[in-house]
């Protein structure tokens, strides 16, 4: 069985601080995708990253960050210098690569930032 | 590019009557399209997977009946809530992907309010 835990239900900050919003999972395959995808007030999702379970390389676009240890189970998503653009609420998915391929989401992290 | 559009994005009717909401994707072709429910401060759960040309696979719990699903073309799947009632009311989006282990593409929902 696959399971995304997101920790973290509601997060503020004061704009231009850094925040992490933590992402565990479990999953019994070997080879899996992990993805975070944003979804402002307006409702639609907006996809931000996707990871192979065999890579392990952190990413880094503009002021997101995304830090992958297969060893914790974890894909942390950090945004730094915070916008108040950035409030959304925060989803990390998992996805196992074989059959059916189903897309499990956490039940997502509600960042707010304060100007 | 991947843009996924839905329609309607909000729809207010009264019980009894049936709805259907479009998922098309704009620039690419979907062999795969998903679709999910979403309550109110919660993640989304799938209702169901549906395949262009064969029939949908529904997740447990999802009644195929009251939610029909049909998956004509390579980038157009409809979602029809039949003999809708209040507690079909609810936000619901669909995605797509090109192939397997891509990621999906959101939507940007349709909020059905049934009085």
């Known amino acids: 069985a696959q399971k995304v835990t997101q920790a973290q239900t509601e997060i503020s900050v004061v704009e231009k601080e850094d925040v992490t919003l933590d992402c565990v999972y479990e999953?019994?395959?070997?080879?899996?995708?992990l993805f975070w995808y944003k979804q402002p007030p307006s409702g639609e999702l907006v996809f931000l990253i996707r990871r192979n379970s065999f890579d392990e390389q952190n990413e880094i676009s503009g002021r997101y960050s995304w830090n992958f240890q297969k060893s914790t189970s974890s894909f942390n998503f950090t945004i730094t210098a915070s916008q108040v653009v950035d409030s959304a609420v925060y989803f990390c998915?998992?996805?196992?690569?074989?059959?059916?391929?189903?897309?499990?989401f956490g039940i997502g992290t509600k960042l707010q930032v304060i100007p | 590019g991947a843009v996924v559009s839905q329609h309607p994005s909000w729809v207010i009717c009264k019980s009894g009557t049936s709805v259907k909401i479009e998922c098309r994707s704009l620039?690419?072709?979907?062999?795969?399209m998903f679709w999910y429910r979403q309550f109110p401060k919660q993640s989304l759960m799938l209702m169901a997977t549906?395949?262009?040309?064969?029939?949908?696979?529904?997740e447990q719990g999802v009644e195929k009946d009251k939610f029909l699903i049909n998956h004509a073309s390579l980038t157009l799947s409809t979602l029809t809530v039949t003999s809708a009632h209040p507690e079909d009311s609810s936000f619901y989006i669909c995605s797509a992907r090109v192939t397997s282990n891509q990621p999906q593409h959101f939507g940007d929902g349709t909020r059905l309010s049934i009085l």
């Open positions: 998915a998992l996805m196992n690569s074989g059959g059916y391929q189903k897309v499990t």
């Open positions: 620039d690419f072709q979907a062999t795969t």
């Open positions: 549906s395949n262009e040309g064969s029939k949908a696979t529904y």
């Open positions: 999953t019994r395959d070997t080879t899996y995708y």
